[in-house]
């Protein structure tokens, strides 16, 4: 098991409504990326955090949004909730060094099913 | 644009069998690549990385990888495969100097006692 965790573990909100999902990076990990892993496919990247700031975004809407504090945890908040949105969430931490050849360390993530 | 393909999705051998789970990549420059495994409603567990260096990567549970920079292809294979070893496998990409793990589609594996 890593040390990473995510709550909650299950999710159901109605289309329009607003969520916010929550992790704990693995300690000594300075960097959080969220990533939306819709049924039947690959895990795609929304975004990452590092030192409390968005350093890269995926191909996701502004609804999207993160945060990360100074504990190196982390919230994804998704607004205006669409019934596309429902997909397993995955909060992976890592300690990125010069080179970023470092592997990232994933939760257990949130299943969230919008209705 | 990155792409990372698992042309099988599903691989089903016997166990003692050897396993081989295939993935090939379209990046540019080196890219640094990665196997993941994922059980039933889990998360995804690092398995091994290629950095440079050797082609052959040695990683978790006795599991190893071919990088073949020709055929840009890094193939996940296990000598002698275990029931437990049934899951879904995820063959990852990140270019040098990016912070973006892509992803292929996954591959199901099945061993059959």
């Known amino acids: 098991e890593t040390g990473v965790t995510q709550s909650p573990t299950h999710l159901i909100k109605t289309r329009g409504q607003q969520v916010t999902l929550r992790c704990s990076s693995q300690?000594?990990?300075?960097?959080v990326s969220w990533y939306q892993q819709a049924l039947g496919q690959g895990p795609q990247f929304i975004f990452q955090?590092?030192?409390?700031?968005?350093?890269g975004r995926g191909n996701f809407p502004p609804r999207f949004s993160g945060l990360q504090f100074p504990n190196y945890s982390s919230e994804l908040n998704v607004n205006a909730l669409e019934l596309d949105d429902s997909a397993l969430y995955l909060c992976?931490?890592?300690?990125?060094?010069?080179?970023?050849?470092?592997?990232?360390?994933f939760g257990q993530g949130t299943r969230l099913t919008v209705v | 644009a990155q792409s990372v393909a698992q042309p099988e999705d599903q691989v089903n051998v016997a166990e003692g069998n050897p396993l081989t789970v295939k993935c090939t990549y379209s990046?540019?420059?080196?890219?640094?690549l990665f196997w993941y495994v994922q059980y039933p409603n889990r998360g995804l567990q690092f398995l091994l990385k290629?950095?440079?260096?050797?082609?052959l990567v040695k990683g978790s549970y006795g599991f190893e990888a071919e990088f073949n920079k020709s055929q840009t292809s890094f193939h996940l294979k296990k000598p002698s495969a275990l029931v437990s070893d049934s899951a879904l496998y995820f063959c990852?990409?990140?270019?040098?100097?990016?912070?973006?793990?892509?992803f292929g589609a996954g591959t199901t594996v099945t061993v059959r006692a």
């Open positions: 290629y950095i440079t260096g050797d082609n």
């Open positions: 955090y590092y030192r409390e700031e968005e350093n």
């Open positions: 990046v540019s420059g080196n890219p640094y």
């Open positions: 990852a990409v990140r270019p040098r100097g990016d912070y973006k793990l892509s």
């Open positions: 992976a931490s890592s300690s990125v060094g010069l080179y970023m050849n470092t592997e990232a360390f």
């Open positions: 300690s000594g990990h300075n960097t």
